[in-house]
C-alpha cells in the first residue's frame, strides 16, 4: 500500500497525473479559505480570503529569489575545499 | 505528594559506567530501561524541592521540579528512549556513554534550582555532546569537534563570569527569572544561554558541527543543546525585547540557508536555528500565550526534528552519502523511510493533524495577540520556507528527481522503529492536543483547530508547494558549502596565523637582526670594559689595600714580644706621658 502510493508518485510516468491531483488540491484549498467564519481575524489580512494561499506563495518565491541572490551575488556560496 | 525524588541525571550519569561492562542483548536491553525509568520517574514526580545541600555556604539545589521543569523532562527522557533504540545496532560503547552523559546532565540542568549546579550539568553537556561528534573519527570531524567544543568553552565562560557578577550584586546563586536592569550579569548569563541556543550569530556551531556527528549521535545533539538553552530562556529571561526580534531573524536566517546548502543534515541543521527561533521569540513576548507556545513548540521540536535527523542518518547510513547532489531516486527501495521522514517533514512544517501545527501557531497567534503583526507575518513567512525544505526540497532531492543509481535497501528495524514511535508521537500530537497543553507551565486558552487557521495554514503550504514546483530548477542544489559567521574563526584563525608568521615573525626578525648586529657587540663591549676595569682597577684597588694592611700588621707584630718586662716599659712610659700631658695642660 505504502510502497504502492510511493511508486506511483515517483514514477516520471505519472507526472501529468501528480500534477493535476496537486492543481486540484490548490483549487480546493483556495476556495475553502471562502466558506470558513473569519471570528478570530486579528488584522486585516486575516479576513481577506485566500490571503494564506498569496502570502505562502509570494514568501516562497521571495525566500529562494533573496537566498539564491545572497548566495552567488553575496559569494556566500564557496567552493567545497574553501576552508581546506 | 511522595518526599523522595530520585534524580533522573543519577540515573544516567552513574548508569552510564555500566554500559561497557554489558554485552549483546543484555547490553541493548540495558540501554532502553534506563530511558524508561527515568521516564516514569518524571511521569511520577512530584512538585517541589529535593536534593537541597549546604555547599560552602550555600544551598546547592538538584532538583527544583515545577510544571515548566517537569514538560522538559518528559520530552528529553522520551527523546532519550528513541535516541537510544535508534542508536542500538552500534557497537561503541564509547558513544553510548557520551549519550547517557549528554541526557543526564540535559535534564541536569532541567532540574538545577541553582547557577551552580546548572553550570556544571553545562559544561559536562558540552563535553558529552562533542565526543558524539569526535566518534565519528574523520579529520573533517575531528576538526568540527574541536570548533564545537571551543566555541562551548567560550559560551561557558561567558555564562560563568555572569554567574559571578549576579551573585556579586544579588548575593544570590537561585536559578529563577534575572531582573531586566540591563546590567553586565544580565547580558553575560544570556550571551551564555543564547549562544547554546544557535542564535545568530553565535549559531554557526550547530550547523558545523552537527551534520559532522556521527549518523546516532545528531539524532540527540539536535534534541537536547539548543532545547535546554529553550528551557533556561523561558525560566530566566521572558519578556526580554531583544530576544523577540533576535528570534524572528533566527527563524528567517536558517531559511535562507538552507535554500544554500547542500549536504542533508546541515539542512536539518539550519532548521533547527530557523525553529528555535520561533521559541526564542515566544520567550522574548513573555505573555503566558507565548511562553507556552515556545514550551509545546520544544516538546514537539524535538520529536519531529529527531525524526528528520533520523530520515537522513537512514539514507547516510546505507548509502554513505550526504550530498543531495549525489542522492536522489531512493523512493523505489527506501519507501518506509521516506514515509515516517515525510511525517516529520509535515509537522516541522505544521500541517494540520502534524504536531507542529498545534505548537508553533501557538506563537505565531500569541505574536498577534500581543499586537505584533510584523513579527507574526514574518514568522508565517519563515514557516513557509520550512516547508519549502524540509518538506519539499530535502526529499524531493533525496527519494525522488534525478536518479542517483543507488538502491540502498531500509535501514535496520531498530531504527525503523525509532523513527515510528516519534512518527506516531508527531501525529499523536497533532491530533489530540489537548494532552500536551495540558502539561504546559501556564493555562491553555488556544484552540488550534478553528476553520480559518485551518485553511490559511493549508493555503500558505500548498501554495509553497506551487512555488517550489515552478522554480524547481532555481533550486537544485550545488555542490558548494556556505560561509557563516564561523567564517570568522575558521578563517579568522588563519588570518590570525599569518598574522603570526609573517608582520609578526617579520617584526621578530628585525628585532633580532637588530639585537645580532648593534645590540649585543655593545653589550660585549661593555662586558669587555668591565672586565679591564675589574681586573685591573678593582683587583689592582683591592690588591693594594691588602697589601697595607698585611705590612702594617707586619708592623703591629713586632710590637707584640710577649716579654713581660717590655710591657711593663710601656705602661710605665704610658703613665709618665699621661701625667707630663696633664700637669703641662694645667
Redesign the interface.
Known amino acids: 500500500m505504502l510502497e504502492k502510493i510511493v511508486n506511483f508518485i515517483g514514477d516520471e510516468k505519472n507526472a501529468k497525473t501528480n500534477k493535476i491531483i496537486l492543481y486540484v488540491i490548490l483549487v480546493v484549498v483556495f476556495a475553502a479559505d471562502f466558506f470558513v467564519p473569519r471570528e478570530h481575524a486579528h488584522y486585516i489580512w486575516d479576513k481577506i480570503p485566500g490571503w494564506g494561499a498569496v502570502y505562502g506563495f509570494v514568501s516562497c518565491v521571495l525566500i529562494i529569489v533573496v537566498s539564491k541572490f545572497f548566495g552567488h551575488q553575496g559569494k556566500l556560496m564557496k567552493k567545497e575545499d574553501y576552508y581546506d | 505528594m511522595t518526599d523522595a525524588f530520585f534524580h533522573p541525571s543519577i540515573l544516567f550519569i552513574a548508569g552510564a559506567f555500566l554500559i561497557p561492562l554489558l554485552w549483546g542483548k543484555v547490553q541493548k536491553a540495558y540501554l532502553l530501561i534506563i530511558p524508561a525509568i527515568a521516564f516514569l520517574i518524571c511521569i511520577g514526580a512530584s512538585q517541589g524541592t529535593y536534593g537541597v545541600y549546604n555547599f560552602l555556604g550555600h544551598e546547592i539545589i538538584f532538583a527544583k521540579i515545577d510544571k515548566l521543569s517537569l514538560v522538559f523532562s518528559y520530552v528529553f527522557t522520551i527523546m532519550a528512549f528513541i535516541g537510544m533504540m535508534y542508536g542500538l545496532h552500534v557497537k561503541d560503547a564509547g558513544q553510548h556513554m557520551a549519550a547517557y552523559f549528554y541526557i543526564g546532565s540535559a535534564l541536569g540542568v532541567t532540574f538545577a534550582g541553582d547557577y551552580f549546579t546548572l553550570f556544571v550539568f553545562w559544561e559536562i553537556m558540552a563535553f558529552a555532546s562533542a565526543y558524539l561528534v569526535f566518534a565519528q573519527r574523520d579529520d573533517a570531524a575531528v576538526k568540527a569537534g574541536f570548533r564545537y567544543i571551543l566555541v562551548h568553552i567560550a559560551g561557558g565562560v561567558f555564562l560563568l563570569g555572569g554567574i559571578i557578577l549576579h551573585y556579586a550584586e544579588t548575593g544570590s546563586i537561585i536559578f529563577g527569572p534575572i531582573e531586566q536592569n540591563g546590567s553586565a550579569a544580565f547580558y553575560l548569563i544570556m550571551i551564555g544561554f543564547i549562544m547554546n541556543a544557535a542564535v545568530p550569530p553565535l549559531h554557526a556551531w550547530l550547523a558545523d558541527a552537527y551534520p559532522e556527528a556521527t549518523v546516532t549521535g545528531a539524532v540527540f545533539m539536535a534534541a537536547f543543546t539548543t532545547k535546554t538553552a529553550v528551557y533556561v530562556l523561558v525560566r530566566a529571561f521572558p519578556g526580554t525585547e531583544i530576544l523577540v526580534w533576535l528570534g524572528v531573524i533566527m527563524a528567517l536566517y536558517g531559511?535562507?540557508?538552507a535554500?544554500?546548502e547542500n549536504d542533508c543534515r546541515r539542512l536539518l541543521a539550519y532548521h533547527i536555528v530557523s525553529q528555535v527561533g520561533y521559541m526564542v521569540a515566544g520567550v522574548g513576548m513573555g505573555t503566558y500565550m507565548t511562553l507556552n507556545g515556545s514550551v509545546s513548540h520544544a516538546f514537539a521540536h524535538i520529536l519531529y526534528k529527531a525524526l528528520l535527523f533520523m530520515g537522513a542518518g537512514a539514507v547516510i547510513y546505507m548509502t554513505g552519502r550526504r550530498k543531495l547532489t549525489e542522492l536522489g531516486?531512493l523512493?523505489?527501495t527506501m519507501?518506509?523511510t521516506?514515509?515516517l521522514y515525510m511525517i516529520g517533514g509535515f509537522a516541522i512544517s505544521a500541517f494540520p493533524l502534524f504536531s507542529g501545527f498545534v505548537s508553533k501557531s501557538m506563537v505565531v497567534a500569541g505574536a498577534?495577540?500581543d499586537h505584533r503583526?510584523v513579527v507574526?507575518?514574518l514568522l508565517?513567512?519563515a514557516s513557509?520556507?520550512t516547508f519549502?525544505h524540509t518538506g519539499l526540497k530535502l526529499p524531493y532531492y533525496m527519494?525522488?528527481g534525478k536518479d542517483s543509481g543507488l538502491r540502498p535497501k531500509e535501514p535496520p528495524m531498530n531504527m525503523l522503529i525509532a523513527m515510528g514511535i516519534a512518527a506516531f508521537l508527531c501525529i499523536a500530537i497533532g491530533v489530540v492536543p489537548g494532552q500536551l497543553y495540558n502539561i504546559l507551565p501556564y493555562p491553555v486558552h488556544f484552540e488550534p483547530y478553528?476553520?480559518?487557521?485551518?485553511?490559511?495554514?493549508?493555503?500558505?503550504?500548498?501554495?509553497?508547494?506551487?512555488?517550489?514546483?515552478l522554480?524547481l530548477k532555481?533550486?537544485d542544489p550545488?555542490?558548494?558549502?556556505?560561509?557563516?559567521t564561523d567564517w570568522f574563526y575558521?578563517?579568522g584563525s588563519l588570518i590570525f596565523m599569518w598574522f603570526a608568521r609573517k608582520p609578526v615573525g617579520a617584526w621578530e626578525g628585525f628585532i633580532t637582526e637588530i639585537a645580532n648586529t648593534a645590540v649585543m657587540p655593545f653589550i660585549y663591549a661593555v662586558a669587555r670594559l668591565g672586565f679591564w676595569i675589574d681586573r685591573n682597577i678593582v683587583d689592582k684597588a683591592v690588591n693594594g689595600v691588602a697589601g697595607i694592611i698585611m705590612s702594617l700588621s707586619a708592623g703591629v707584630r713586632r710590637v707584640q714580644t710577649g716579654l713581660l718586662q717590655h710591657y711593663a716599659i710601656g705602661m710605665v712610659l704610658g703613665i709618665m706621658v699621661i701625667i707630663f700631658i696633664f700637669s703641662v695642660i694645667k
Open positions: 531559511v535562507v540557508y535554500v544554500l531516486g523512493y523505489r519507501p518506509v521516506l514515509t498577534a495577540a503583526p507574526a507575518l508565517t513567512m513557509a520556507g519549502l527519494f525522488f478553528t476553520g480559518d487557521h485551518v485553511t490559511s495554514a493549508l493555503g500558505i503550504l500548498m501554495f509553497t508547494a506551487l512555488g517550489f514546483f522554480l532555481k533550486l550545488e555542490p558548494t558549502i556556505s560561509a557563516d575558521r578563517k
